[in-house]
């Protein structure tokens, strides 16, 4: 998992230690600087003090830590969702922006959902949004570097001919005033996005419908801070502001 401090530098939750470091101290209401060193100092006995500090100042900086006090911290109950960009994106994200300067993206993986699923799908895709001028452009030039890459596929088409042992590019229309997130240089989801994305559209998201897809709200609301207002304007954009509304109040544990 990956967090972004407020100069929007990456950190991983490896050496910090981040959700141990949430479930050490989730039940306290404060506690100190010296608290933080003796929870560190138990992973590793030689960890040097700057280091503690600097980890301190990154985990303040990306809202896991709350500083309520001179050397006094909390776990913060905002915490923002930002998914993890790898190298594929990357580098797609930069052929676009070279062929399509001035268009509009969204780009990210359907991999991200794991963290919020209990049963994992066999089949993950890469899903590009694109300005509706724009789709048939990147699906055509994608297509000619080689890419197995779709335009809006139907279920009979996801069925019958996407690969198996590889992950897929989804050529999609970026809705206006989509809810996205700049994250190191490729403009990608929010948390919000992501659970009006998997409610509105059974085909490309149907292994995350049903039961699973309570579980991927549940797990979201409980990890993330999730703007409602946000989600619901998006989702009445795609024309299912109410149908998702009665959906989140029907599993009111969603809102506690």
Not at 190 to 215: H, M, P, R, Y
């Amino acid at each position: 998992m990956l967090y972004l401090n407020k100069t929007n530098i990456k950190i991983a939750s490896g050496k910090i230690n981040i959700e141990k470091l949430i479930n050490h101290f989730k039940n306290e209401t404060l506690f100190t600087t010296n608290d933080i060193q003796e929870f560190y100092r138990g992973l590793e006995p030689k960890v040097k003090a700057s280091t503690i500090n600097w980890r301190i100042y990154n985990l303040v900086s990306s809202g896991i830590l709350k500083r309520v006090g001179i050397g006094k911290y909390n776990i913060s109950k905002t915490r923002n969702y930002i998914p993890e960009i790898n190298k594929r994106i990357k580098f797609i994200n930069s052929l676009l922006k070279r062929q399509f300067p001035y268009a509009n993206f969204c780009i990210w993986q359907t991999s991200l959902l794991n963290e919020f699923m209990v049963h994992q799908p066999g089949k993950f895709y890469l899903i590009i949004e694109a300005e509706k001028s724009s789709t048939e452009s990147v699906f055509y030039y994608l297509k000619e570097k080689k890419y197995y890459v779709f335009l809006e596929p139907i279920e009979e088409i996801i069925d019958k001919y996407f690969p198996e042992d590889k992950e897929p590019i989804i050529i999609k229309t970026l809705v206006s005033e989509a809810p996205t997130q700049k994250v190191n240089g490729v403009n990608t989801v929010t948390i919000e996005k992501i659970l009006v994305d998997i409610f509105c559209d059974e085909v490309i998201f149907s292994a995350q419908q049903g039961s699973e897809l309570i579980n991927i709200f549940k797990s979201a609301y409980d990890k993330y801070t999730v703007n409602e207002n946000r989600m619901l304007r998006y989702a009445n954009r795609r024309g299912k502001k109410e149908s998702l509304n009665n959906f989140l109040n029907s599993v009111s544990k969603f809102r506690q």
